[in-house]
């Protein structure tokens, strides 16, 4: 088993910056990537980041590319997602999960532990 529970969520001026924090416990392999989505009011939740928890391997969204960066610290057992230049379509609940596989996957059902989420609201 593995729990997820983010934080560092909040209420951000457009242009601003956040960094969400996902801390882990349980049995987590390197092999495993850990993965972002975010879900806003009325739409699917969509993949933002994942960075393989040896941290070799990253992938971003395109529509964050450029503002979005995954990190991980291996002695905290935490991966980051600072989020710069947001923007008011950034505005959703963020959701760290874990994939148990060597694969990058964008598909939010091919991962499996998520955390609780934490807002993310982008003001005009």
């Known amino acids: 088993q593995v729990q997820l529970v983010e934080s560092g969520g909040g209420l951000v001026q457009a242009g601003g910056s956040l960094r969400l924090s996902c801390a882990a416990s349980g049995r987590i392999f390197s092999n495993y990537y850990m993965g972002w989505f975010r879900q806003a009011p009325g739409k699917e939740r969509e993949f933002v980041a994942a960075?393989?928890?040896?941290?070799?391997?990253?992938r971003l969204a395109d529509s964050v590319k450029g503002r979005f960066t995954i990190s991980r610290d291996n002695a905290k057992n935490t991966v980051y997602l600072q989020m710069n230049s947001l923007k008011p379509e950034d505005t959703a609940v963020y959701y760290c999960?874990?994939?148990?596989?060597?694969?990058?996957?964008?598909?939010?059902?091919?991962?499996?532990?998520w955390g609780q989420g934490t807002q993310v609201t982008v003001s005009s």
């Open positions: 960075i393989r928890w040896s941290a070799v391997i990253t």
């Open positions: 999960a874990v994939r148990r596989s060597i694969f990058f996957s964008v598909n939010r059902a091919e991962y499996d532990f």
